[in-house]
């Protein structure tokens, strides 16, 4: 059997089917989870894919089917929670629809770097392809697709802004998808007011992502709707790192300090809010006592910052899901529908009551 050891050749499925003492086309019900197959009949099978080490050949599947079972996804490469977040759940929404993925990291964010994208994805064979677009300039170089598959655009822009292509020759529509930044941002704004803190500064991250045009609106609106000031409403714009955080935090601690620094901070990601709270904790500023302090992310270890962020959870698994519905509705013919999936405002101990006559910034 040419599934022995010195064999010339990997093992194929008919060599699975000579061992399981079955036939190919029983092989070929168990790798596509038929139902009809029995579960004695599929052990066997399984085992001998394991003594013989088969591995599938995609390939010869493509040929077959002319399909690839293969999605393209585009991605900046930030290592970033959010952007890498969201690939991974991409990513693994994928694989339990039985689709590979291959990803195109790109760092040039314009026309021509999009149709080389675009090339590499048609000449695998792609059925849909996926960008994550954190930033305006990824959006905006995504626009000028002419790609004859689906795409999905993760991005959270404002529905005027995404951009259809069905009236391009011979190209698909983009679809756009996102966690509601705005909604969660609103969230952790309306969790400090409702605490009794007349008004809220807002750490924002570079305004050049979607996210942060995002949230930075969601929460001024927030202050809106409570009647708020414009001259209370104090926005202060920053990177996405903790020092950043730290930098920010330290001049806060001191206008606290003298009396006429903010009692409620949101921060636009949890590591502007670890870099706040540690320069709040050097300075002597108790947190949620003298200031609550609010993020966004809930990224692994929040729970265990001191003390416990208050912050505003992604669902990054459901986002991955939905975007693989939506594709799976485009191959299907389905006219899909663009969605904006909610996010949860997770209260931990970093929020606290305003104390009485509390100062506001």
Same mark, same amino acid.
Not at 78 to 89: C, D, E, K, M, N
Not at 206 to 232: H, I, K, Q, S
């Given at each position: 059997?040419?599934?022995?050891?010195? $064999? +010339?050749?990997? @093992?194929?499925?008919?060599?699975? !089917?000579?061992?399981? *003492?079955?036939?190919?086309?029983?092989?070929? %019900? =168990?790798?596509?989870?038929?139902?009809?197959?029995?579960?004695?009949?599929?052990?066997?099978?399984?085992?001998?894919?394991?003594?013989?080490?088969?591995?599938?050949?995609?390939?010869?599947?493509?040929?077959?089917?002319?399909?690839?079972?293969?999605?393209?996804?585009?991605?900046?490469?930030?290592?970033?929670?959010?952007?890498?977040?969201?690939?991974?759940?991409?990513?693994?929404?994928?694989?339990?629809?039985?689709?590979?993925?291959?990803?195109?990291?790109?760092?040039?964010?314009?026309?021509?770097?999009?149709?080389?994208?675009?090339?590499?994805?048609?000449?695998?064979?792609?059925?849909?392809?996926?960008?994550?677009?954190?930033?305006?300039?990824?959006?905006?170089?995504?626009?000028?697709? $002419? +790609?004859?598959? @689906?795409?999905?655009?993760?991005? !959270?822009?404002?529905? *005027?802004?995404?951009?259809?292509?069905?009236? %391009? =020759?011979?190209?698909?529509?983009?679809?756009?998808?996102?966690?509601?930044?705005?909604?969660?941002?609103?969230?952790?704004?309306?969790?400090?007011?409702?605490?009794?803190?007349?008004?809220?500064?807002?750490?924002?991250?570079?305004?050049?992502?979607?996210?942060?045009?995002?949230?930075?609106?969601?929460?001024?609106?927030?202050?809106?709707?409570?009647?708020?000031?414009?001259?209370?409403?104090?926005?202060?714009?920053?990177?996405?790192?903790?020092?950043?955080?730290?930098?920010?935090?330290?001049?806060?601690?001191?206008?606290?300090?003298?009396?006429?620094?903010?009692?409620?901070?949101?921060?636009?990601?949890?590591?502007?809010?670890?870099?706040?709270?540690?320069?709040?904790?050097?300075?002597?500023?108790?947190?949620?006592?003298?200031?609550?302090?609010?993020?966004?992310?809930?990224?692994?270890?929040?729970?265990?910052?001191?003390?416990?962020?208050?912050?505003?959870?992604?669902?990054?698994?459901?986002?991955?899901?939905?975007?693989?519905?939506?594709?799976?509705?485009?191959?299907?013919?389905?006219?899909?529908?663009?969605?904006?999936?909610?996010?949860?405002?997770?209260?931990?101990?970093?929020?606290?009551?305003?104390?009485?006559?509390?100062?506001?910034?």
């Amino acid at each position: 059997m040419t599934g022995e050891p010195g $064999r +010339a050749r990997p @093992p194929a499925m008919s060599d699975v !089917a000579e061992l399981a *003492g079955v036939s190919h086309q029983t092989v070929s %019900r =168990v790798l596509n989870d038929h139902p009809s197959v029995r579960p004695q009949t599929r052990d066997r099978v399984m085992d001998a894919i394991a003594t013989l080490g088969y591995r599938r050949n995609s390939a010869a599947r493509a040929l077959a089917t002319a399909r690839s079972g293969t999605i393209g996804v585009v991605t900046t490469g930030s290592a970033l929670y959010g952007p890498t977040s969201t690939l991974i759940a991409v990513e693994g929404a994928a694989r339990e629809e039985g689709y590979f993925v291959s990803v195109a990291t790109i760092r040039s964010y314009d026309a021509t770097t999009m149709h080389t994208v675009l090339e590499h994805f048609m000449a695998q064979g792609v059925e849909g392809i996926v960008v994550i677009a954190p930033q305006t300039d990824v959006a905006a170089a995504v626009d000028s697709f $002419r +790609a004859p598959v @689906p795409v999905i655009l993760i991005a !959270a822009r404002e529905p *005027g802004e995404v951009s259809t292509v069905e009236d %391009r =020759v011979g190209a698909a529509s983009i679809l756009p998808i996102a966690v509601d930044q705005r909604l969660g941002a609103r969230l952790a704004t309306e969790h400090l007011l409702d605490m009794g803190h007349r008004t809220v500064v807002h750490l924002s991250g570079p305004l050049d992502w979607f996210d942060a045009r995002e949230r930075a609106t969601g929460w001024n609106d927030a202050l809106a709707a409570r009647a708020v000031p414009e001259e209370e409403r104090e926005m202060i714009r920053c990177t996405w790192s903790s020092d950043a955080g730290y930098e920010v935090g330290r001049g806060l601690a001191g206008r606290v300090l003298a009396g006429d620094g903010p009692s409620a901070v949101f921060a636009g990601n949890d590591h502007l809010a670890l870099g706040v709270l540690q320069a709040f904790w050097e300075a002597g500023v108790v947190v949620p006592r003298d200031v609550s302090v609010v993020g966004f992310d809930d990224v692994e270890g929040a729970a265990h910052f001191i003390p416990p962020l208050t912050t505003v959870r992604q669902p990054f698994a459901e986002l991955g899901r939905r975007c693989m519905a939506l594709l799976l509705d485009a191959f299907a013919g389905v006219t899909p529908e663009s969605t904006q999936i909610p996010p949860i405002l997770v209260v931990r101990s970093s929020s606290g009551p305003a104390l009485t006559g509390a100062a506001s910034a």
